[in-house]
């Protein structure tokens, strides 16, 4: 069971209720697939991805950054068992799209720094400690039914 | 993953830009290593303050931040500008190699906290390629 301090909770719950979803979701998956291009090898059906002007206005990409942030929106949900609530999810990232987990790693540094950019200075260090830790036990939870 | 000679452009471009703002991006970047990896905390036992406010951490970040810059004016020899900096972490420091990635990361977030609209990710891939090629020069004595 992961602990979380009451600070920890309280951030990770403010973070999700401040971002726009609709924004950070799709700036921080095309950002993954321009700065890290060999995760594109996932999205095939996606069309353009030429480039990082393509990449940024793919409206498919915008879709599935907005997918994305919806499968941590149920982990801000459910803080206290994240295992339990992604267990098909990460049956689905293993099993069905062959996902190489280490790529998890990758999106959740997008992330952060995504989220860091909107927040500002607003992103303390201790802020930045609670979030990676968020999504350190959720890269955790995907990984945990890999076989 | 080698700089191109557009990587080379951007960061210099890039790094005129943020000169200014160096010197206090590398204390933030330092304070937010030990802070969300406090494991890296083990190489600074020697100092008595390692909290967010230390004037020790703040001025040991604008350091590496000098060294980067000093770095970018000799990209086309990083092993060769850096080989005196590769002894000192091979053979005093001993830092364990895998802690570069974490501190270009925390780097990386900084700039793009200080510079959202300017930290594009064309520019982001340019400066990640350079601190990986920065990491590796810096561990060229390892062994």
Redesign the interface.
């Known amino acids: 069971m992961v602990e979380w301090t009451d600070f920890e909770r309280a951030t990770i719950q403010e973070i999700f209720s401040k971002i726009d979803s609709g924004v950070v979701g799709p700036a921080a998956l095309?950002?993954c697939l321009?700065?890290y291009p060999w995760t594109q090898r996932y999205f095939g059906s996606f069309g353009n991805l030429y480039n990082?002007a393509a990449?940024?206005s793919n409206p498919k990409v915008a879709a599935h950054g907005k997918v994305v942030i919806g499968g941590l929106e149920k982990a801000v949900k459910n803080m206290d068992d994240i295992k339990t609530t992604y267990k098909d999810l990460s049956v689905l990232h293993s099993d069905k799209l062959r996902v190489d987990p280490d790529n998890f790693n990758l999106l959740a540094?997008c992330l952060?720094?995504?989220v860091?950019?909107?927040?500002?200075?607003a992103?303390?260090?201790?802020v930045?400690?609670a979030f990676?830790k968020f999504l350190a036990v959720v890269v955790a939870s995907l990984r945990k039914q890999y076989h | 993953m080698s700089l191109s000679g557009k990587d080379k452009t951007v960061v210099k471009a890039f790094w005129d830009k943020v000169s200014p703002k160096t010197a206090e991006m590398g204390g933030e970047a330092l304070v937010r290593m030990l802070t969300a990896y406090p494991q890296t905390k083990t190489y600074f036992s020697h100092w008595s303050d390692l909290s967010p406010d230390s004037a020790q951490v703040k001025k040991h970040g604008a350091t590496i931040m000098g060294a980067i810059g000093d770095a970018i004016s000799k990209i086309d020899d990083l092993t060769g500008s850096l080989s005196k900096l590769s002894e000192l972490h091979a053979f005093k420091l001993r830092v364990d190699p895998a802690n570069f990635r974490i501190l270009a990361h925390n780097i990386i977030l900084v700039l793009a906290m200080y510079f959202p609209n300017d930290f594009t990710p064309e520019v982001h891939v340019s400066v990640d390629k350079f601190l990986q090629n920065l990491a590796l020069a810096l561990s060229e004595k390892y062994r």
């Open positions: 095309s950002r321009i700065v990082a990449i940024t540094d952060t720094i995504v860091a950019s909107q927040m500002g200075q992103f303390t260090p201790d930045q400690a990676q």
